[in-house]
């Protein structure tokens, strides 16, 4: 069983940054793809970031180029860097590891979140 925990969150002011981190545990195998997810009080989930073990990446394209996720394969981690923060990124963020689409079996894992709050 892989397990998910992200740090880095806390709060900061408009305009400030953050970095998150999200280390796996538990997994034997590199995991394909690892990203970052976000849900906002009253808002579903949404997707943020994603990066796979080949450093392919995929932003949300609200994003306009302020956030940057990367990896470490090695140790299964992967990192969202965040700046140019606005209060409308506050929302909890949630990191999470799936497979390639497609294969049996199949995984997907998330981790507990961790509060961003974006406010002067």
């Known amino acids: 069983q892989v397990q998910l925990v992200e740090s880095g969150g806390g709060l900061v002011q408009p305009g400030g940054s953050l970095r998150l981190s999200c280390a796996a545990s538990?997994?034997?195998?590199?995991?394909?793809?690892m990203g970052w997810y976000r849900q906002a009080p009253g808002k579903q989930r949404e997707l943020v970031a994603e990066i796979t073990s080949g450093g392919s990446t995929n932003y949300a394209d609200s994003l306009q180029g302020r956030f940057t996720t990367s990896r470490d394969n090695a140790e299964n981690t992967v990192y969202l860097q965040m700046n140019n923060l606005k209060p409308e990124d506050t929302a909890v963020y949630y990191c999470?590891?799936?497979?390639?689409?497609?294969?049996?079996?199949?995984?997907?894992?998330w981790g507990r979140g961790t509060q961003v709050t974006v406010s002067s």
């Open positions: 538990g997994s034997s195998f590199t995991i394909y793809a």
């Open positions: 999470n590891a799936r497979s390639r689409k497609g294969i049996v079996p199949s995984y997907n894992y």
